[in-house]
């Protein structure tokens, strides 16, 4: 079992920052894959970004790249999504999200994924 806990959202308003967390706890961190995903108010969950479970290796939505960057930090338990340049159409819940089958999986469906954290509110305001 692995428990997934987000922060960090909230109201920003557009071309801001905001910086989400994800901790988690359960297994050892270090050796799967997370991901990023969201969900926008009448939309299916898509994917934003994925990072290996030893962070050398990312892959990007088209949408956030460029603007959002992913990182982990091990030793902390902690899977970050640093957002830049945010627009009006990055306002969604969003979703960290473990793969404890794999070290890495570049896949994009969220059924990829074993486990979900609660979410995290993003709202971008003009």
């Known amino acids: 079992q692995v428990q997934l806990v987000e922060s960090g959202g909230g109201l920003v308003q557009a071309g801001g920052s905001l910086r989400l967390s994800c901790a988690a706890s359960g297994r050892t961190f270090s050796s799967y894959a997370m991901g990023w995903f969201r969900q926008a108010p009448g939309k299916e969950r898509e994917f934003v970004v994925a990072?290996?479970?030893?962070?050398?290796?990312?892959r990007y939505a088209d949408s956030v790249k460029g603007r959002f960057t992913i990182s982990r930090d091990n030793a902390k338990n902690t899977v970050y999504l640093q957002m830049n340049s945010l627009k009006l159409e990055d306002t969604a819940v969003y979703y960290c999200a473990a793969n404890v089958r794999f070290s890495y999986d570049s896949r994009r469906q969220a059924a990829a994924y074993d486990y979900w954290g609660q979410g995290t509110q993003v709202t971008v305001s003009s």
């Open positions: 990072i290996s479970a030893s962070g050398s290796s990312t």
